[in-house]
């Protein structure tokens, strides 16, 4: 029986992972968790906030997700879009999802990310 969800993957490409800290850390307010050693030799980066954690791993071939995506909940839905937009990160708010606001980013390598407050 499932538990709970241990991480999202999401793909990046070859070189990105100071990018991906720039946004990860700096934009969203994640904390870099150290990756096992093993696995820190493929390259990519590991962000934790709270229980959510959020796999980037590198593909050689990559393509941004732009359909598939995290659906991540927020607190203080307006601040943090206002913060995403300051730090040049695309905001689109989408009311489509009766009882939630919700918007849409990328990150910095142009993976879909879903932004939503219940309520």
Known sequence: ??????????????????????YYVGVLGMVEIPKPPVLAARGGCWFRAGEVVLHLGI???FRPAKKAHPGLRVRGIEEYAARLARCGAPVTW???????????SEDSV???LEFLEPG
Do not use: K
């Open 110 to 112: 142009g993976n879909r």
């Open 94 to 104: 989408d009311d489509g999802l009766p009882g939630c606001r919700r918007f849409y």
């Open 59 to 61: 593909e050689e071939r």
């Open 1 to 22: 029986m499932i538990a709970a969800l241990d991480h999202v993957q999401l793909a990046a490409p070859p070189g990105s992972e100071e990018r991906l800290r720039a």
